[in-house]
């Protein structure tokens, strides 16, 4: 159990701890942010378990503060890099894109024990304290989860905790790994981990705008000008350091795209468009209104691989069959397919398309399910109720 005296790391702590992690060839580390009230989450604390012999649980911890900017991460960021090099998180497409921005640097070779658990029978979203109680019989404390990580100096309360989320992470680890190598389900968890490397929370201006909501009702014109409106508020965002909605929420910007007023007066006609956000940011919108009318119109795409009502009884048959492929290898059902996933195969299918780019239909998932699926949905086979109670799919001659 970390100590109630646990101390922020120093340079030369962050150099022992890589050292240490790249003797053992991996080491565990999650992070503690902030985003509210920030374009960006802010990287507040990093904490770093590694495996250390002369330890006296074996586990050596070290907290590094992210608003120290003296202190030295490259030794560990280089590790992060590192494909030689297991990076053991939980939970961890945040503590990636985080990391990755804030210490300048790739991440290789993530295992993260979330996403391994869905592996063994676990839930898929089986938070750390639930997981460490259900596969190694331990409880943590979480008194701390929801404080201020900005806040200075920190509370040796707040070290304890950030310590705990980190301490038993790579005994963790060695017991969800023997479970999948007794099972064979390693690769396929590597596989999946695999997913997080690329994870990122940089978002481009310029695509920015094909989320916003019901932006696909827009007239051609009006989508322009929604393109140019939502790069502006990015980029304002991003220079300011601030939420988007705190620049202009989506509604009035929708709102803007479709009326597309060329005059200070006009702004605030529109709802949600404050005086003070007319004397302040007026011109700079008129201007992407500008911009965005002189634009090419952007059509509305053909929507492929929708689904309609009719498709609805073949998705709960699908996801029938899948339920159970997933209760018969001992996988958590999140991790083979979504409804939205789902509903695209379908939906393809029904319209004679080709096979949508979902990650149902590749990798380790088309091993578990793909063929029998393909099967069902071409009628080539059906489903009913065994013996056993359980369901079976039959081929159908």
Known sequence: MPSNRQQLATSADVARSAQLARAAGRFGIDTEFMSEGRYRALLCLTQVAVEDPAAPDGIHTI?????????DVQPLAQLLADPEIQVVMHAGRQDVAILRRSWQTE?????????????????AQAGYGNLLGSVLRLRVGK???????????????QLTYAAEDVVHLLALTDELQR???????LQWAVEECRRLDEASDERDPDTVWERLPR???????????????AAWRERTAALEDRPVGQVVQDPPL????????????????????????????????????????????????????????????????????LRARAMEAGLAYELIASRSELEQIIAAARQAEPEPEVRTLNGWRRELVGGDLELLLSGRSCLHVGADRRLELHGLS
Do not use: C
């Open 254 to 321: 929708l709102e803007l795209a479709k009326r597309h007023p060329t005059e200070l007066g006009a702004l605030g006609q529109i709802r949600g468009i404050h005086p003070s956000i007319v004397k302040r940011r007026g011109q700079a919108m008129i201007e992407a209104i500008r911009l965005g009318m002189a634009d090419p119109p952007i059509p509305r795409e053909a929507r492929r691989g929708h689904s309609d009502a009719g498709d609805a009884p073949l998705i709960a048959l699908a996801e029938a069959l």
């Open 215 to 229: 932006v696909g009702q827009l007239e051609p014109q009006a989508r322009a000008v929604a393109r140019r409106l």
């Open 107 to 123: 991440l290789n070779n993530i295992f993260d024990t979330q996403i391994a658990a869905g592996f063994v029978g676990e839930s």
């Open 63 to 71: 907290l590094i503060d992210g608003l120290d900017a003296s202190v």
């Open 143 to 157: 008194t701390a989860s929801y404080t201020r990580w900005d806040a200075r100096p920190l509370t040796d309360e």
């Open 179 to 185: 479970r999948l190598e007794r099972t064979g389900r």
